[in-house]
């Protein structure tokens, strides 16, 4: 007998990210960094990277920019997993454009 329930279900991870007042592009997301906190709350310097001593996130991450008041969700799809050919994350890349 099989009993499926969606508490069994992970739910997608969302990143709160703060960007940079004048960065729009190409973003990345450094993940399982010695010495960094073990957030989800991350901010991308002028070049749109970030560090987190995060190291476990499910396969379905959100992205959320935050900048100047206004925030824009970046979908599971948009967000690419960066992994080790033995599958330890290494790093999440995505676009950040704020309108």
């Given at each position: 007998m099989f009993l499926l329930?969606?508490?069994?279900?992970?739910?997608?991870?969302v990143l709160d990210v703060e960007v940079a007042p004048q960065f729009s592009g190409?973003?990345?997301i450094r993940a399982c960094r010695a010495g960094q906190p073990k957030t989800?709350?991350?901010?991308l310097d002028e070049?749109?990277?970030?560090?987190?001593?995060?190291?476990?996130?499910?396969d379905q991450v959100r992205v959320r920019l935050h900048r100047a008041?206004?925030?824009?969700?970046?979908?599971?799809?948009?967000v690419h997993l960066l992994k080790t050919g033995d599958g330890i994350l290494t790093a999440l890349t995505?676009?950040?454009t704020l309108p």
């Amino acid at each position: 007998m099989f009993l499926l329930s969606c508490g069994a279900r992970r739910v997608a991870d969302v990143l709160d990210v703060e960007v940079a007042p004048q960065f729009s592009g190409p973003a990345e997301i450094r993940a399982c960094r010695a010495g960094q906190p073990k957030t989800l709350s991350i901010s991308l310097d002028e070049q749109g990277v970030g560090e987190t001593g995060a190291c476990s996130f499910s396969d379905q991450v959100r992205v959320r920019l935050h900048r100047a008041g206004r925030v824009v969700e970046i979908p599971p799809q948009e967000v690419h997993l960066l992994k080790t050919g033995d599958g330890i994350l290494t790093a999440l890349t995505f676009e950040a454009t704020l309108p």
